[in-house]
């Protein structure tokens, strides 16, 4: 190693980061580039804004061992494919692609990169320079079940949702079934709006539903539009998802979803620094916190507040999983018997609706 | 029934904006200007007008400002393609992304930001009952929407000015030869027409969705340009083809909340009704001969008076 003023800098900057990196960082000499793609904004409060949040705080915990690019509102589809190239190409040796459609073009792209590590949120397209990584989502749409179950004075929800993938089909299952235990009459209807960002046609969902007689909205989309709707019209309340959206809807957000993917963020960055990355399969949830459940708000009594504690920390401790049998389908068949969980790989194909879950048009 | 009253309500939310936008670029063509850069001003109206909302809480000022800033993005197209000659397809498209870029750079400090929603214009007491909130219960850009049909409709058909600006887009050298100012003409056009997109896209925030999210407007820009083909450049088939479509996105959203009756149809064909619609219309244009020659004559062509 030729030994000029800037790679003096730069190993004067890992030995300042020393203690948080552990002793082969030392020998680094070069940041460690990572990229990240976004289906939406990060400004969107949502979804996006929280992957942002977990590339931010790899920053803050690594300091200059790393060196991070994001590139916001990538389609997913032929341009995805491109956008990866060009982070490839620019370096990035980790390459985390945060939207579900954007699986293929990771398989495509990793092909031409061996190098590169890639990681895919929420999909099942796995390489051996592809990962996956996931969060388990359904474990605080349970949560929001409960509290919708206990709060509901129709005892009918409506569930806004961008498109019917397992994802998203695992959501609502996990939200009616929680709610079911409060009320057994209570059932939901999805709508599907085909995107995953056009507050207006999102507003206009909720709108519908108001006007039909749904008194709670919970939405799988990527803003605050249907919660403005909620607080707007009065309704019992919604759910904010990917990220506190209280400032939209003080008085009706009855809690929200909040996603923290820094650690899982920070963990990949280190284990490919320490050269230890293999492509991994996590799927984690409210016990490692990736998964988080926001501020209750203020019309969550403290008796449903205590309901819907239970249910966060029985998952958190294990003693509750909310696919446990019995659970029927919508047509009324039995498809996981009694004291039976679903597996994961069930889970992540999942593909019909349990008992409550109004068939979506 | 009762549902039909919240639909209505619905409906005209969604077909303003659509509407809005839609006048603008009929005016813009009737002058012989193709402007693809609906969508690009739309979002800078959005942006503009969520801002004045957001630090003077005045809607109305909103709206202006809304306007301003949708004009004054529709300057930057009629410099390049009046002034510079500028191919019009290409700089529209281009303005389309540099508005989207634009708004979503000047949004950012805006996002968590909520504001409040525009009230209706006419006093509640006049909206209570629900058949009186159908006529009553808008807040005013649906109601000056409605007048600019009207308006469009009047200065086009009866008016002198109306009369050199169809002359203008018809045909521009004789419009030229006689002593119009073809540029001056098209440049008023292409600054009402953004003046209008700016009002539509600043409807988003103000009375849709009270809040700040990059490419709100997701592609009714696109929308608002196709419907002045698929009205013939008529005004209140203009109005009858907005209202279509924002029926027709609508009831996909009622049918798949609802079940009942509204889901006979499957929200499926609600949602590929608009594009089946369009394609419906444009076979009826060709067949009939006297509708597809509306399209004015020099729609699209740069005016070079020297050739």
Known sequence: MTLSRRTILKTGAAAAALPLLGSKAFAQAEPLKIGFIYVGSINDNGYNYAHNQGRIYVEEQLGDAVETTYVENVPEGPDCERVLRELAQQGNKLIFATSFGFGDSVIKVAQQFPDVKFEHATGYQKAPNVGLYNARFYEGRAVCGVVAGHLSKTGK?????????????????????????????FTIKPVYISTWNDPAKEADAARAMIDQGLDVIAQHTDGPAALQ????????????????????????????????????????????????????????????????????????????????????????????????????????????????????????????????????? | MEILIPIVITLVGAATPILLAALGELVVEKAGVLNLGVEGMMLVGAIAGFAAQFYTGNPYFALLIGACAGAATSLIFGFLTLSLSANQTATGLALTIFGTGFSALAGAPFSARPIELMRPLFPAE?????????????????????????????????????????????????????????????????VFGGAMAGIAGACFPLLLTPQWAERMTAGRGWIAVALVVFASWKPFRLLAGAYLFGLVMTMELYAKAGGGPLSVIPSELWAALPYLATIIVLVLISIRRDASTNAPACLGKPFLPSN
């Open chain 1, 157 to 185: 929800a409506g569930y806004i949702g961008s498109f019917p993938i397992p994802e998203v089909v695992m959501g609502i299952n996990a939200f009616v079934l929680a709610a079911r235990q409060v009320n057994p009459e």
């Open chain 1, 229 to 361: 709707v909620a607080q707007e019209r009065g309704i019992v309340g919604g759910f904010g998802q990917g990220a506190d959206m209280s400032a939209f809807a003080p008085e009706t957000q009855l809690t929200s979803i909040i996603d923290n993917w820094g650690p899982h963020y920070l963990a990949s960055a280190k284990a490919v620094i320490d050269g230890t990355w293999t492509p991994g399969d996590t799927w984690e949830g409210l016990k490692e916190d990736v998964v988080q459940i926001g501020p209750y708000g203020p019309k969550v009594t403290e008796e449903v507040k205590a309901a819907a504690e239970a249910m966060r920390t029985g998952q958190i401790d294990g003693s509750v999983h909310i696919f446990t049998g019995p659970i029927k389908d919508n047509t009324g068949t039995e498809r996981v018997a009694a004291g039976v969980t679903m597996t994961d790989a069930e889970l992540l194909s999942m593909d019909w609706y349990v008992e409550g879950v109004e068939q979506p048009a």
């Open chain 2, 126 to 190: 006049l909206a209570t009952h629900p058949v009186w909130r159908v006529v009553f219960g808008y807040s005013a850009p649906v109601y000056f929407s409605f007048f600019m049909v009207f308006a469009i409709w009047y200065f086009l058909k009866k008016t002198r000015g109306g009369l050199i600006l169809r002359a203008v887009g018809e045909n521009d050298l004789s419009a030229h030869s006689i002593g119009y100012s073809v540029k001056g003409v098209r440049y008023a056009a292409v």
